[in-house]
């Protein structure tokens, strides 16, 4: 699983810097936005089953982040999320995610996001983020995402999950 990571980093760099050679540089680009959510865990699959959000435990996440868009085609995205779980009667902060990736902007203000994650747990991984603009404003635009944690080591078995977001882009 190691050498899948590698390659996919590799593969979004070199992505990232073939995207980003033009000649003629867009109008208006690069851009700076920033952003801040919330975000939803559903559930988490691995060989050992199923591990649900609101059934034992409730975990929420705060995502905020910037985005730098180069052209009107990609940008990189910068996410720094972190976790609240709730059980048993006690609140924590139980996890912080670093999470900086290539974003990909499409048609009909989707964006797909591909982020590398570093989990302060211990784990490490991907997280593909699809990426809608639902509301555009003058100042503010609303989003919903809904994105697929694939999460590796700290002598875990390899999962993936299910998660949603929904925010604001400013």
């Given at each position: 699983?190691?050498?899948?990571?590698?390659?996919?980093?590799?593969?979004?760099?070199?992505?990232?810097?073939?995207?980003?050679?033009?000649?003629?540089?867009?109008?208006?680009?690069?851009?700076?936005?920033?952003?801040?959510?919330?975000?939803?865990?559903?559930?988490?699959?691995?060989?050992?089953?199923?591990?649900?959000?609101?059934?034992?435990?409730?975990?929420?996440?705060?995502?905020?982040?910037?985005?730098?868009?180069?052209?009107?085609?990609?940008?990189?995205?910068?996410?720094?999320?972190?976790?609240?779980?709730?059980?048993?009667?006690?609140?924590?902060?139980?996890?912080?995610?670093?999470?900086?990736?290539?974003?990909?902007?499409?048609?009909?203000?989707?964006?797909?996001?591909?982020?590398?994650?570093?989990?302060?747990?211990?784990?490490?991984?991907?997280?593909?983020?699809?990426?809608?603009?639902?509301?555009?404003?003058?100042?503010?635009?609303?989003?919903?995402?809904?994105?697929?944690?694939?999460?590796?080591?700290?002598?875990?078995?390899?999962?993936?999950?299910?998660s949603f977001q929904f925010g604001i882009c400013f």
């Open positions: 699983m190691k050498k899948q990571f590698l390659i996919l980093f590799i593969f979004l760099i070199a992505s990232y810097f073939s995207f980003s050679q033009q000649e003629n540089p867009e109008p208006g680009y690069p851009k700076i936005v920033g952003f801040a959510s919330i975000l939803h865990p559903l559930v988490s699959v691995d060989k050992n089953g199923n591990t649900f959000n609101f059934k034992n435990s409730y975990t929420i996440g705060f995502p905020v982040g910037i985005n730098i868009i180069k052209t009107s085609k990609i940008g990189f995205s910068l996410e720094i999320v972190p976790y609240i779980k709730s059980a048993k009667g006690i609140d924590q902060v139980s996890n912080l995610l670093i999470h900086p990736g290539l974003m990909f902007l499409l048609k009909r203000d989707y964006k797909l996001i591909m982020r590398m994650a570093f989990e302060t747990e211990g784990r490490y991984g991907l997280t593909p983020t699809l990426n809608k603009t639902l509301i555009k404003t003058k100042n503010i635009n609303y989003l919903v995402a809904a994105s697929a944690p694939l999460r590796f080591g700290n002598e875990k078995p390899p999962s993936i999950g299910l």
